[in-house]
C-alpha cells in the first residue's frame, strides 16, 4: 500500500532553514483528492500539524507555529518537501509526513517512519 518515507539533515544549528523530503510510494501526490501533511512529535507541544499540501497544489499552513513553515512538492519525483525557517530549539521534534483528507489536519490514514531533527548549536 501507500508508503512515504521522511528524510533531513538530523541536525540544524539555530536560525537556520530545516529542510526535510518526504518520498511517497504507490499513491500519486496529484491524483486522489487527498492532502500531504506535515506533522511533529515534541515533548514540548506533543503532536502538531504543521501544513499540508493538496492535490491540487493548494497549500495549508499551520499559523501557530513559531518557525515559518512552508511545504511544497515535486509532482515529478512524487516528493514533498518542508522547510522552516529560523529554527530555534523547539523545532527539536520527530517529523512526518502523512495522507491525509484535508489541509485541516485530520484524517491521516497512511504515515511515514518518521525523521529525527535535532537543533544544536
Known amino acids: 500500500q501507500v508508503q512515504l518515507q521522511e528524510s533531513?539533515?538530523?541536525?540544524v544549528k539555530p536560525s537556520q532553514?530545516?529542510?526535510l523530503t518526504?518520498?511517497?510510494s504507490v499513491d500519486s501526490i496529484i491524483a486522489n483528492k487527498n492532502h500531504w501533511s506535515w506533522?511533529?512529535?515534541s515533548p514540548v507541544k506533543g503532536l502538531e500539524w504543521?501544513?499540508?499540501?493538496?492535490?491540487?497544489?493548494?497549500?495549508?499552513?499551520?499559523?501557530?507555529?513559531?518557525?515559518?513553515?512552508?511545504?511544497?512538492?515535486?509532482?515529478?519525483?512524487?516528493?514533498l518537501?518542508?522547510?522552516s525557517t529560523s529554527v530555534t530549539p523547539e523545532n527539536?521534534?520527530?517529523?512526518?509526513?502523512?495522507?491525509?483528507?484535508?489541509g485541516s489536519g485530520d484524517g491521516f490514514?497512511?504515515?511515514?517512519?518518521?525523521t529525527q531533527v535535532l537543533v544544536y548549536s
Not at 533531513?8 to 541536525?11: H, I, S
Not at 499540508?52 to 512552508?70: E, K, L, M, V
Not at 527539536?92 to 495522507?99: E, F, L, P, S, T
Request: hydrophobic share 25%; aromatic share 10%.
Open 17 to 19: 532553514t530545516l529542510s
Open 50 to 79: 504543521m501544513g499540508a499540501i493538496s492535490y491540487i497544489g493548494s497549500t495549508y499552513d499551520n499559523p501557530t507555529i513559531q518557525s515559518r513553515t512552508s511545504t511544497s512538492r515535486d509532482t515529478s519525483k512524487n516528493q
Open 109 to 114: 490514514d497512511y504515515w511515514g517512519q518518521g
Open 8 to 11: 533531513g539533515p538530523g541536525l
Open 81 to 83: 518537501t518542508l522547510h
Open 39 to 41: 506533522v511533529r512529535q
Open 92 to 102: 527539536r521534534a520527530v517529523y512526518y509526513c502523512a495522507r491525509g483528507i484535508s
Open 22 to 24: 518526504c518520498i511517497v
